[in-house]
């Protein structure tokens, strides 16, 4: 049973910074990795990509600001978050593409950027 575990998650003040953790089990490969957000009556969007080769991609409203990373040994992937924004304040949700391209999520971790 694949599973994906999110941590790292909670309250932070405007301009600070998080780093959010993926790691997922009962899988074999891993390919493309994701964290995708979800906030109050807003679609799911993805925030930044991974492949397994490292290349990345990002939301626009987080470049320069987020920057994803994976081990892949671990099968874990990385979210550091950086200068936070109140719009940033969200449900983050791991995915990850295994074989045959099925892909999987986390629970979801909430985030809140408050003051």
């Known amino acids: 049973q694949v599973q994906l575990v999110e941590s790292g998650g909670g309250l932070v003040q405007p301009g600070a910074s998080l780093r959010l953790s993926c790691a997922a089990s009962?899988?074999?490969?891993?390919?493309?990795m994701g964290w995708y957000r979800q906030a109050p009556g807003k679609q799911r969007e993805l925030v930044a990509g991974?492949?397994?080769?490292?290349?990345?991609n990002y939301a626009d409203s987080v470049k320069g600001r987020f920057i994803i990373s994976r081990d892949n040994a671990r099968k874990t992937v990385y979210l550091q978050m950086n200068s936070l924004k109140y719009e940033d304040t969200a449900v983050y949700y791991c995915?990850?593409?295994?074989?045959?391209?099925?892909?999987?999520w986390g629970q979801g971790t909430q985030v809140t950027v408050s003051s």
């Open positions: 995915s990850a593409v295994g074989p045959s391209n099925k892909d999987y």
């Open positions: 009962g899988i074999v490969r891993v390919n493309f």
């Open positions: 991974i492949t397994r080769s490292g290349n990345t």
